[in-house]
């Protein structure tokens, strides 16, 4: 069982950053890719970016790219999200969800490949 655990939300105005946390615990979480997606208010949860199990891979929706990176430390189970340049199109609830395919060499952005998820953090980025 693997647990997951966001942290870092809030209400910021435009233009703000925040940085995501997610807190890993019960499975060797240095040896699969983590994600993170959001979910808009009324709308379904979308990809944001994925990292994978080293570092070395990154990936970002078109959306987010240039303003927000992912990042790992694999010594403290913990994957985060730095967010620039917060628009208040960012306003969702954001998810961390690990991988289910052990050491994979390349990121996914496909929901169903990822089997374990928070309970999400709420991100409100006002005009």
């Known amino acids: 069982q693997v647990q997951l655990v966001e942290s870092g939300g809030g209400l910021v105005q435009a233009g703000d950053s925040l940085r995501l946390s997610c807190a890993a615990s019960?499975?060797?979480?240095?040896?699969?890719?983590m994600g993170w997606f959001r979910q808009p208010p009324g709308k379904e949860r979308v990809f944001v970016a994925a990292?994978?199990?080293?570092?070395?891979?990154?990936s970002y929706a078109d959306s987010v790219k240039g303003r927000f990176t992912i990042s790992r430390d694999n010594a403290k189970n913990t994957v985060y999200l730095q967010m620039n340049s917060l628009k208040p199109e960012d306003t969702a609830v954001y998810y961390c969800?690990?991988?289910?395919?052990?050491?994979?060499?390349?990121?996914?952005?496909?929901?169903?490949?990822?089997?374990?998820w928070g309970q999400g953090t709420q991100v409100t980025v006002s005009s």
């Open positions: 969800a690990a991988d289910s395919i052990f050491a994979a060499s390349y990121t996914t952005t496909a929901p169903s490949r990822y089997n374990y």
């Open positions: 019960g499975r060797t979480f240095s040896s699969y890719a």
């Open positions: 990292i994978t199990w080293n570092g070395r891979s990154t």
